[in-house]
């Protein structure tokens, strides 16, 4: 279990994380979400001691990993995929960690058929691609066998072969009782992959729910109308305050925002216009998040200083 308890740091007068609190309990995926500059990277080289706190504290099991013996047995990491020495090979380089933390040599072998370098391990590193960089720092959190994971954008520069699989290999690492924790910027992966959020802005805590729960926090739901009328029934429904557009290459299909369906599907029938089909569209977890995280986007496109 990962535990942070007002987790602050501080740079000169800039606050990275600011009295973060918040737990990422074993058995399902936890994402960690936040715009660029929220703090998400700092807060992971804190909980792997690799950042001292200002103030708070950040704790793996209980205790600051800096104090577990073997560490790779208590804890296994993918923050930066560039990190590795690329003088040497997949083999070499894992075997360095394996024999400085007890664990043995055999599992070197296991880690990488089970992210696929099976035929790369005499490999040097430093001609791989950035997806077999980002499999063998997969391969190197999971060396020690660990209950917590941490990864800090884990897709990036896989095809969607290796997309698919990173998503069946989180889920089955959280489904044997390990506590998952996934920080990524990517909302479809997000929504494909975790059970849980942390989502984080300003170095503040902003949400901490189900991916269900935060998505349905957005305000922009809508509604789907589908009706051999469609043109007649737009005029209904805009005649009662309603937003209408017609969806892309559907002319019988109409998104509506502003009424219930309820109240769609009631003036449908006073004006005896024939429905085929009546669905509410909730807000997508990539709308929540960019609406609930506005006021905490460092860097906006067009924007003039």
Excluded at 48 to 72: C, K, M, Q, V, Y
Excluded at 229 to 252: F, I, R, W, Y
Aim: aromatic share 4%.
């Amino acid at each position: 279990m990962i535990e942070v308890n007002e987790l602050t740091k501080r740079y000169g007068k800039a606050t990275a994380v600011n009295g973060l609190t918040f737990t990422v309990r074993p058995g399902h995926v936890t994402g960690f979400l936040g715009p660029n500059g929220a703090g998400k990277s700092t807060t992971l080289r804190m909980l792997l001691g690799l950042t001292e706190p200002t103030s708070g504290t950040a704790t793996i099991d209980g205790h600051p990993f800096r104090n577990h013996p073997r560490g790779l047995f208590r804890a296994g990491a993918l923050l930066d995929a560039h990190d590795v020495h690329g003088g040497r090979s997949a083999a070499a380089y894992l075997h360095a960690l394996a024999r400085s933390n007890g664990i043995p040599r055999c599992r070197v072998d296991e880690v990488l058929e089970e992210v696929g370098l099976a035929a790369a391990a005499r490999r040097r590193i430093g001609g791989f691609s950035l997806g077999m960089r980002q499999r063998l720092g997969i391969a190197t959190a999971l060396l020690g066998d660990p209950p917590v994971l941490l990864f800090d954008e884990p897709v990036n520069g896989l095809d969607p072969e290796g997309v698919r699989w990173v998503r069946g290999l989180f889920r089955r690492l959280a489904a044997e009782g390990r506590t998952v924790f996934v920080s990524s910027h990517l909302m479809s992966e997000m929504e494909n992959t975790a059970e849980h959020l942390i989502v984080i802005g300003r170095g503040e805590l902003i949400a901490d729910e189900s991916v269900t729960d935060f998505a349905a926090r957005g305000s922009r739901r809508s509604v789907t109308v589908r009706s051999p009328d469609a043109t007649a029934l737009a005029v209904v429904l805009e005649a009662e305050g309603a937003l209408v557009q017609p969806e892309s290459g559907a002319q019988e299909s109409l998104t509506v925002s502003g009424l219930n369906a309820a109240r769609i599907g009631e003036l449908a029938s006073r004006h005896r216009i024939v429905l085929h089909e009546l669905a509410t569209r909730a807000s997508s977890l990539e709308e929540a998040f960019m609406e609930l995280t506005a006021d905490s986007v460092e860097y906006l496109a067009g924007e003039s200083r």
